[in-house]
Every structure is written in structure tokens, then in C-alpha cells.
């Protein structure tokens, strides 16, 4: 069965705290993506990255950054969390072109107080 | 404008209804789309794709009307376990895919 593990499920940070989300595929994706999910707002794309070593922005990359060093392994960090980044953030895998499907990690809560 | 709009719900209805969702995007040149299903609290799953010839899984049926850039999705004999968030998905090429905020449907006893 295809997998995408986000090891954090839920955090509580405080403002300014560094924040580390890892995100681990087994499917042998290209592609791997960060979303967050907010009430209203439905799915938005923070970053992306269709191979090791190279990322693009989504449509909302500030306040974030992203390292992909192994194919199978995506991270999300927050250089100083705020309380405007509390959200659900789901990580999602794809094979090839897109239109494919998307598999998406159980996703992990982040509180920042 | 949204560039993927659905009606937020909730939908509430009794076991063995029929309710449809409805969708409409606003970039005419979307190659692909989807519903998702999303449970309470946990990741959306693909549902199943859509196409303009309309297709259908067994309670499930979707449909595409690219001249009213609109799409629907019919649930018959609805399920308790039916209970869940239901994701528009559209395909717009490269690595764009546009997520609608989602519906929400309640099958209640």
C-alpha cells in the first residue's frame, strides 16, 4: 500500500520558534508537495519539488522554506513561527506529468501560541 | 473569483437520499479533474476522476460540462459512511492543481 508518513502530527510552538515538518514517501514519487489546509480556504501550495535537490514556491511561500536532500524525504521549515501559520499542513506525493494522483500524508496539526 | 467555487453545506441528509455537488472553475483550459474525499481530521483520498463522457462507481456518478466549466457529483442511496468533506479538483497543467474549499455532507440515521 503507497505510504506518505508526516512524523509530526501535532505540535504546539511558540512565536519565533524554528519548526521542522518532515514528510517520507515510499512510492519512488518525482514529485512531492506542501500544502496547508485553513477553514474556507480549501488546499493552498506552499512549495513544491519534482526532484532531489530542486524546489519551486507554490502560491504561498513566505515565512517558509523547503530541503529535499533524498528523493523519498520532503521537509517544510518555518524560520520563525508566527501565529498566523497555526494550520493543518498536508504533504502530498505524485508519479510523472501531472493529473496524477495525489497521495497525501495524515497530515499534521501546527498550533503556534 | 475563486478559481474553483463549491458550496460550502452542509449538506444534511437521511440515509438513502440522493444529493448532488456542484462545482465550477473558472480556467478554461483545465486539462484534468477529480473528487476527493476528505474524512474529519484526516487526509483527502482520491474519489474518483471525471470525464466529459461522465462516468460512475457504483453509487457514485460524476460529470464534466466543459462549455459551463462545471462539475458535478451525485451520491444515491447515501451511507453513513458517506460522511465526509468532498474536494473539486481541477488539473490546470505543469504543477498547478487547484483545490476547491470542499462540501460537506452529513448522512444522518
Known amino acids: 500500500d503507497v505510504k506518505v508518513t508526516q512524523s509530526s502530527r501535532y505540535l504546539v510552538k511558540r512565536t519565533g520558534e524554528k519548526v521542522f515538518l518532515e514528510c517520507v514517501q515510499d512510492m519512488d514519487h518525482e514529485n512531492m508537495f506542501w500544502y496547508r489546509q485553513d477553514p474556507g480556504l480549501g488546499l493552498r501550495l506552499i512549495y513544491f519539488?519534482?526532484?532531489?535537490?530542486?524546489?519551486e514556491k507554490g502560491d504561498i511561500p513566505e515565512g517558509y522554506s523547503v530541503s529535499r536532500e533524498k528523493k523519498e524525504r520532503f521537509s517544510l521549515i518555518l524560520e520563525s513561527a508566527s501565529t498566523n501559520q497555526t494550520s493543518m499542513y498536508l504533504c502530498?506525493?505524485?508519479?510523472?506529468?501531472?493529473?496524477?494522483?495525489?497521495?497525501f500524508g495524515e497530515g499534521s496539526w501546527l498550533t503556534v501560541v | 473569483r475563486k478559481e474553483v467555487e463549491q458550496d460550502p453545506g452542509p449538506f444534511n441528509v437521511p440515509e438513502g437520499a440522493t444529493v448532488a455537488f456542484n462545482c465550477t472553475y473558472s480556467n478554461s483550459a483545465s486539462q484534468s479533474f477529480f473528487w476527493y474525499r476528505q474524512d474529519c481530521r484526516k487526509e483527502p483520498k482520491l474519489l474518483m476522476s471525471v470525464y466529459s463522457s461522465g462516468n460512475e462507481d457504483g453509487r457514485f456518478t460524476a460529470q464534466l460540462n466543459r462549455a459551463s466549466q462545471y462539475i458535478s457529483l451525485l451520491i444515491r442511496d447515501s451511507k453513513l459512511s458517506d460522511s465526509a468533506t468532498y474536494l473539486c479538483v481541477v488539473y490546470t497543467g505543469g504543477f498547478k492543481t487547484i483545490f476547491g474549499a470542499g462540501t460537506r455532507l452529513f448522512v444522518k440515521a
Open positions: 502530498a506525493s505524485t508519479r510523472g506529468a501531472g493529473g496524477n494522483t495525489i497521495y
Open positions: 519539488s519534482y526532484d532531489v535537490k530542486m524546489k
